[in-house]
C-alpha cells in the first residue's frame, strides 16, 4: 500500500486548481442508470470511488467511457439496457454510495437485488429512511441476507415524504427514484447540499421536472423518459475547503480556482475568524497568512449551509498550533473524531470527550509515522505534516486517493514537499 511522506516547513505559494466533486459525480454517475441514452459528465474527478462505481455499473449495463475532453477529463455513460439489476456486496461495500444504485434500478426495471452497504469507521450509517423512502414510492423491499429485494411491478408511484431528520444520501436516492415515477413527489426535510442542487439541474437537463432542489422541499414530477445530455459535475468545495486549510496551516498565498467561495462560506469565516486573510475571487478563493500565529476559534459541523463534516479532520488539524483552546463539535457522524489520536502522535494536544473534541493548541508538531481511517482524517495528517517538524509519513493512502485527485501534484506545485512512496499494488478494504 502507498505512502504519503511530508516534510514540514514549507510555505505554500501558488495555485491550485480544483477538481470536480467526488460526492456530485457519482450520483451523476448512478443518474446514468435511468436513460437508455449516453449522458456525457464534464468535469470529472478521477478517482478510486469514480472508478469503484464504474465497475459496478459495468456490470448492471452501462458502457462507460473515460476520456480526455476539450475541457478537461469527462466521462460519457451509456446504459442501452440493464443487463442485470443485481449489486453484490463486494462491490457495494467498496463504496457505500454505490448503494444508490437500488432506487434507478427499480424505476428502470421493476425489480433489484442490492446488498445493504455494513457500517464505515466514521459510524454505523444506516440506510433505513433511503428505504422507507422507496416504500414510500410504492417499492416492495425485503431484507434477506445482507441484501435489499425491491420490487415494483406496477412501477413506482410519486409520493410525500417527510425525512424526520436531513440525509444527504436519502434525499439524493429518493430523487432518483422519483423522476421517473407516476405522479408527483414532494420531498420534506430534504437536504439542500449543493451536490443536491447539482444531481437536480442534470436530472432537469435529462428531461426530469425537479422544482426547489437547494430548499428544505423538493417537488418531482414523473416523467416516463428521460434523454442523454451533457453536465459538468460541480466544484469539489471539500476539496477547496482542504486547501483552504492547507494555506492557512502552512502560511503564504494560495489562489484557489475553478471553484465558488460562496460554497465553503461556513469554513471561510473560521479561517477569516482565526487570523488568516481570505479574498473572495470570481472563479474562486485567495488564502493567505504572513506567520502571526492563528487563534482558536470553536467549530461545530453541521447540515448546509453549516460547517461540513467532511472538513472538520482538516480544521482540527488546523486547530493544534493555534493560540488557545478550540471546541469542536461533530454533530452529524457518531465516530468521527478516530484522526485526534493521530494528530496526538505528532505533538498535538487534543481531548475528546463524546461529540466534543478540546484542541489546546501547542508551539509545534513533530513529524512521525501515522495512518487514518477514512478520506477526509487522512488529509489532516496531510495538513499537519506540511508544519510538522522533520518527515511525516501518512498510512493507508488508499483513503485519500478515493477523493483527492493528484494531491501531491497540486501541493508540491505550491511549494510542499510531498511525496508518495510507492507500496504493493493489492486492492486494500475500503468504505466511507
Ligand atoms: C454524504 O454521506 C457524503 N457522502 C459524506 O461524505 C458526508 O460526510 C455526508 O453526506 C454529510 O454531508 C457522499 O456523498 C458519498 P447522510 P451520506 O445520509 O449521504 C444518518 C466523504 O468523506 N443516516 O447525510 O451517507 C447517518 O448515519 C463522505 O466524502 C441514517 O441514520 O450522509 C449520519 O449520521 C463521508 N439513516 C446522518 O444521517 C439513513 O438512512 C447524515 O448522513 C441515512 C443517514
Known sequence: MDRIAIVGGARLNGE?????????????????????????????????????????????????DERQGETGSETVLHTPE????????????????????????????????????????????????????????????????????????????????????VSVGATEHAMLAAVLAKGVTVLKTAACEPEIVDLAECLNKMGAKVEGAGTPTITITGVDKLHGTTHAVITDRIEAGTYAVAAAMAGGEVRLTNTRADLIEALLQKIEEAGAGVERTNDGVIIRRNGARLKAVDVETGVYPGFPTDLQAQFMALMTLADGESVIRETIFENRFMHAPELARLGADITVSGTEARVRGVEKLEGAQVMATDLRASVGLVIAGLVASGETVVGRVYHLDRGFERLEEKLGACGADVRRIKGDASIPEMDG
Open 82 to 165: 440493464i443487463v442485470s439489476s443485481f449489486a453484490p456486496y463486494d462491490l457495494v461495500r467498496q463504496m457505500r454510495a454505490s448503494f444508490n444504485v437500488l432506487g434507478p434500478l427499480i424505476a428502470r426495471t421493476g425489480h433489484a437485488k442490492v446488498s445493504l452497504p455494513g457500517g464505515c469507521a466514521i459510524g454505523g450509517r444506516p440506510v433505513d429512511l433511503h428505504l422507507q423512502a422507496l416504500e414510500a414510492l410504492g417499492a416492495k423491499i425485503e431484507l434477506h441476507e445482507g441484501y435489499v429485494y425491491a420490487t415494483a411491478p406496477g412501477g413506482l408511484k410519486g409520493a410525500e415524504i417527510e425525512f424526520p431528520f
Open 16 to 64: 491550485i486548481q480544483i477538481s470536480g466533486a467526488k460526492n456530485s459525480a457519482i450520483k451523476l454517475m448512478v443518474a446514468s442508470l435511468l436513460t437508455d441514452e449516453p449522458l456525457r459528465l464534464t468535469n470529472m474527478p478521477r478517482l478510486a470511488d469514480t472508478r469503484f462505481l464504474g465497475h459496478l455499473l459495468t456490470r448492471l449495463g452501462t458502457l462507460v
